[in-house]
């Protein structure tokens, strides 16, 4: 216990000289981050909910998440539940709408916003408290146009980014936390530095949590450690080295924590069984690589 303890400073310790050296990131998380500017992170959506939140500024924004192609979306898991329920269920992907090409969320010009025609959950997910591989793909009804989006290029398989790799947290989730339940008009995005994954490990393992830190997720924490998360942050996509590398699943709800971020990684998820083939996605795809997948399984054991 002292031993991690002691671990655990040191990487504090590190992380802080290394915050001095990048001084001009003032801010470090989306609660207070910065406002990105257009065009800067050309593969971010919003997921939003039809209805009367389309007359707010934020146009019922739910979730972030990242554009693959130009008609496939990551994001996490729990984005497709109505956890408003006693038990969450899936949400009716007729009353949401994906935007995208714009930092603010008012510019929703019928060229920037896209019905829902699929999607589909990590077939192993498995909700909270654990939430493993809390990840999935929305497929629109229509591409979004080229000239205003650019998908994110997905990881090679196994790509580990190393300790402290500087990576950018991108969303339109809440910014200021005295209005914590209101998400920002304005996309804004915030550096964060890839935490070792064996610390991690044992630092979520040493609280009493179910959560436990697998080879499906990938930590990341601000430079001064307090990382924090707030509503409209899931989905958030975490871009390391010009890839997408993951989505956040695991927050703290708004409050300032010493724990780093858990984000569940897309390098050895289901999505890389497909990525870089040019596919469209679709269920058949999913179903036939999941069977695929079972069979080996089944063989192996
Ligand atoms: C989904 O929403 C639409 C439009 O509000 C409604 O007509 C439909 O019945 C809903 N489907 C389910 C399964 O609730
Ligand atoms: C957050 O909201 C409070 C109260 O409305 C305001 O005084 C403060 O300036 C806001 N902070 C930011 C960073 O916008």
Redesign the pocket.
């Known amino acids: 216990m002292a031993k991690q303890i002691i671990l655990y400073f040191l990487l504090a310790g590190l992380s802080l000289s290394r915050a001095s050296t990048v001084q001009a990131d003032r801010s470090n998380r989306i609660l207070e981050g910065d406002i990105a500017y257009e065009g800067q992170f050309p593969y971010a959506v919003s997921i939003q909910m039809?209805?009367p939140p389309q007359t707010t500024n934020t146009r019922g924004h739910k979730c972030s998440g990242a554009l693959i192609t130009l008609k496939d979306v990551v994001t996490s898991a729990v984005c497709l539940y109505d956890f408003t329920q006693t038990v969450p269920v899936p949400i009716?992907?007729?009353?949401y709408r994906v935007f995208a090409g714009a930092i603010l969320l008012t510019n929703d010009t019928p060229d920037r916003t896209r019905t829902i025609s699929d999607y589909v959950i990590h077939p192993q997910y498995t909700g909270p408290p654990a939430y493993v591989n809390n990840i999935a793909v929305i497929i629109l009804t229509m591409p979004f146009s080229s000239a205003i989006v650019k998908p994110i290029a997905l990881p090679a398989t196994n790509f580990a980014p190393a300790d402290f790799t500087l990576c950018n947290v991108v969303g339109w989730g809440a910014y200021n936390r005295s209005t914590a339940y209101l998400a920002s008009t304005q996309l804004r995005y915030s550096t964060k530095y890839v935490y070792n994954q064996d610390l991690c490990t044992r630092i979520f393992n040493s609280i009493d949590t179910s959560l436990n830190i697998l080879p499906s997720m990938i930590c990341a924490a601000s430079y001064d450690l307090r990382t924090s998360n707030c509503f409209g942050d899931d989905g958030n996509t975490l871009v390391c080295n010009g890839v997408l590398t993951g989505v956040l699943s695991v927050g703290h709800n708004c409050e300032l924590s010493n724990y780093p971020e858990i984000y569940t990684t897309l390098s050895t998820t289901w999505i890389q069984t497909i990525s870089g083939a040019g596919q469209t996605f679709s269920h058949s795809v999913f179903t036939m690589i999941t069977m695929f997948s079972l069979v080996q399984i089944y063989l192996s054991s």
């Open positions: 039809l209805g009716n992907l007729t009353q």
